[in-house]
């Protein structure tokens, strides 16, 4: 799998490999996994950033190449997680351009850095042992919007994360108005306060920036990252114990229009103070604090972290009431009237539709928000016969991947509601759905 990020592939070979992928459920989800880390990692790829991390892996893999040669060759065998860091170390490779590997006394990397880097290693491999764990966060965000979005102005929300690592995966995130769950083969999502289901297969993101906090190591790989970057302070200090370690981080994403700035973790200025445990080397305790100019607010604070308990196993199931319609997220979405037009031709469709009633005109736009486009009847009630008074020049912000279009509407109700409409065709079709600003 990992020759299918290298350029210089043979094609045939490459066919057979995704031929092989769109039959075989875990390849698929393994290939999925390798796509998401090249994804998270992308943005920060700089040719001549991350080699101490190569390196790391590449003495581990050395390593583990020893070990193994010692033992009989019937029984070597890797567990299922290191597995995953051999693909993403293997995937490194084949994507990034080679460095000479520097010695030790270079200026490049000082001590704090260096400590911190061996610290995050350790933590990483201590994080491989690890069963199951339950973490309790606060964060300031509104309890039924999306995973991903924080504030300085919204209230401190709870959420619980409970993680079943081995094989497969099982885990739950939630709020109090949203609940997400994995069986290893499916997520389901509940949004409570709609009493709406979702459905789609493990790999879709469905809690967006969650899904870092559910694996640690994952945060840590990226921590490893924003090391080698220039501009990212850093302190760390050993007291009582614990070892702390501070992060200053730069919002990620194009913010020539601000949008999106300060709306989520990865898309704002802000400071990530760690908290491990000296001894085990495992992650304590987090808090984020956003920056803007003076002003610090504390946006996500990590109240606890239990490692190796118990989890209820029905935690990992969602009940879906009888006759209750779910909504399939992996269906490929089909719409010739939204294809082939700019994201500001969509929305000017979407509201001639809404403005004429014409809800099967919407329909393809809309799969986000009912079983196939079909609105609830209070949304209808709500925007069926606005009146679009204006549109504007769509524009891209952030890491969102769509564009927004500012509208103005006069709802039947002769309410004026003036926003962004953001919508994406990144689908295999390239419909543009809407996918939230209404
Ligand atoms: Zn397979």
Known sequence: MVNLFDTNMDPELKNSILEHINRCFDCQKEYHN????????????????????????????????????????????????????LLVAA????????????????SVFNSTARAANSLIDNSIRATQLVK??????????????????????????????????????????????????CNGEFQYMHI??????????????????????????????????????????????????????????????????EYMLNTSIEESHNRREYVFD????????????????????LIVNLESIEYNV?????????????????????????????????SKQAAEILCKGLSQKDWLLVAPALINYGPNGELSSDMKEKLGGLTLLQLGEPFKSGQYPGEFVPYE?????????????????DNPNKVWLVDGGF
């Open 34 to 85: 390798a796509l998401e880390i090249i994804s998270m990692l992308k943005p920060k790829l700089q040719p001549n950033a991350p080699f101490l991390l190569k390196q790391n892996i590449m003495n581990q893999l050395k390593m583990e190449n020893t070990e193994m040669k010692a033992q009989d060759p019937k029984v070597k065998k890797f567990s299922p997680r290191f597995k995953r860091i």
């Open 91 to 106: 995937v490194l490779a084949a994507t990034m351009v080679i460095i000479p590997i520097v010695n030790n006394n270079t």
């Open 132 to 181: 199951s764990m339950i973490v309790k966060l606060k964060v300031r965000t509104l309890p039924n919007d999306n995973f991903s979005l924080v504030g300085p102005d919204y209230e401190m929300v709870n959420h619980s994360i409970y993680k079943q690592f081995g094989n497969p995966h099982k885990w739950r995130v939630e709020k109090p108005g949203r609940v997400v769950v």
């Open 192 to 257: 409570v306060g709609m009493q709406e289901f979702y459905k789609a297969p493990s790999y879709h993101n469905l809690i967006e920036d969650f899904e870092l906090y559910l694996e640690p190591e994952k945060i840590l790989i990226k921590e490893q990252y924003n090391l080698k970057k220039d501009g990212s302070a850093l302190t760390m200090e050993v007291k009582n114990g614990l070892v702390y370690l501070a992060v200053t981080h730069k919002a990620q994403g194009d913010f020539t229009n």
């Open 278 to 297: 000296n001894d085990t080397k495992l992650l304590r305790g987090l808090k984020i604090y956003l920056i803007e100019g003076e002003k610090e607010t």
């Open 310 to 342: 118990d989890i209820d196993p029905t935690l990992f199931a969602l009940h879906i009431p009888q006759g209750q319609e779910c909504i399939d997220l992996a269906a490929v979405p089909k719409g010739e009237v939204f294809t082939n037009i700019t």
């Open 409 to 425: 509407v006069r709802l039947k109700s002769g309410r004026i509601v003036k926003h962004n409409l953001a919508l994406r065709n």
